[in-house]
């Protein structure tokens, strides 16, 4: 046989075996020439996904939150992670963190400015340092029920807010909740706007809230969530404010003995995403990742009020004294605040003030 043959021969040789392995994978890649059952489908997307994790394609996003992992807020962010890591076919991982693990509101916000992590879902006090108009949410009794609240937060005015918090890096998502804020201290039952005060309170970051505490007769001290309970427990303050939720599940009824239901605000809780972090999704991933937080929050929301009664009275259980706040002493302590609603109303805007009020009307007709 000449050499030109032998060369010849050895070409074809290597051609057919080069074709008959990529044939393989081509075969083992696409789920080709088999029956396209779901397992085969499933399959390719676990492969893909799993290729794309070979590949270090795979998208993390670090969500991480202040309350503990037995907080409907946790559960939250698991419905979350679970919503997408199964739309996405695990192209995108969740990985969720809690207890402040990741820090406190405001250096959680911080870094998704930053873009060093993806996810969190604070309270809108802490929020209103970045952009002041969030203030409104934390005028006292402007929710007068979580119904109402929803239907607002859902809404044109709650998207307008949402959108605000883009010049800040961040992409709002959704509305989530904290809940109604109630008293918690370990001085004196609090049944009046009077008794008030002379205790010293913890309150949220938030200019507004320090100044009607103070309004009222109390004297506030700003913390981060995450200082909380070794105040309460050093007795460095008296009291804080929080839903039962929170009270109960953060262990504070070892800290403190009396809880009185103020219900002076309605907090929501927003899910924000890093902005820098959202434009580096696929428009595919976007609607993903913008439905997940939907859905996760309404579960978050069911979780969260379907335990309300219960917790209030897991509190008296465990040796809280419960006082009861009458609608007249509400309104007392609402007179007494407005000076303050009046002040931060001026200073955000008139016209923005009105309009979240007059949804607020109209969502209860
Ligand atoms: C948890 C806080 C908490 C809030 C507070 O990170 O700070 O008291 O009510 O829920 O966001």
Redesign the pocket.
Known sequence: MSKKMLMMLMAALLIFILAGCGGGSQEEETGAGDSASEENQDAGTEEDASEEAASGDVKTIRAG???NNEHPQYKGLEKFKEIVEEETGGSIEVETYHSGQLG??RSMMEALQLGSQEVTV??TAPIANFVNEFTIFDFPFLFPSSEVADEVLDGEVGQKFLDMLEEQNMVGLAYWE?GFRDLSNSSHEVATAEDFDGLSIRT?ENDLHIDAFRELGANPTPMA?TELFTALQQGTVDGQE?PVA?IYLEGFHEVQDYVSDTHHVY?PFVFMMSKQFYDSLSEEEQTIVEEAAVEAGEFQREENRAANEEYLQSLQDEGMTYTEVSDEAREEMAEIVQPVIDEYASEIGEDLVNEVYEAVEAAQE
């Open positions: 939150i202040g309350l406190d509101d604070p309270s904290n949220m969530f929080n929170t907090s």
